[in-house]
C-alpha cells in the first residue's frame, strides 16, 4: 500500500482558494519537495498520463505579489503547472531551488 502523503492545512487551503477545489487535485497528490522558502506538490494526473507539480513561495507577511486573499501563512501559490515531469524520480531529483522557473 503506498504511503499517505501529509500536506499541512496551509497549502490545502491554497489550492482550494486557487481554485482547483472542483478538481479534487489533492488526491492526486504523490510526492512533496521543499526547501527554505520553497515548497511543491507533484501530482499525478491518471487521464492525461503525465506527473505535474504546483509550486508555493514563501514572501512573508509584507507586499504580497498576488491579492492578499491568495497568500495564507506568508505562502502563495508561484506556478499553478510546472512539468510535465517523466516520473516521481525525476521530481525528487529536479535540482532544488526556489522556484522551478
Not at 479534487?24 to 510526492?31: H, P
Amino acid at each position: 500500500m503506498p504511503k499517505q502523503l501529509t500536506i499541512s492545512p496551509t497549502f490545502r487551503k491554497l489550492i482550494e482558494v486557487y481554485g482547483f477545489a472542483d478538481t479534487k487535485l489533492l488526491d492526486k497528490a504523490v510526492a512533496t519537495r521543499s526547501s527554505e522558502e520553497w515548497f511543491a506538490i507533484l501530482f499525478h494526473d491518471t487521464e492525461a498520463e503525465e506527473f505535474f507539480a504546483v509550486d508555493f513561495v514563501y514572501c512573508g507577511f509584507g507586499q504580497a505579489q498576488a491579492s492578499e486573499i491568495d497568500r495564507i501563512d506568508g505562502w502563495e501559490i508561484q506556478n499553478d503547472y510546472v512539468g510535465p515531469f517523466d516520473s516521481i524520480k525525476e521530481f525528487k531529483n529536479e535540482k532544488l531551488t526556489r522556484s522551478f522557473f
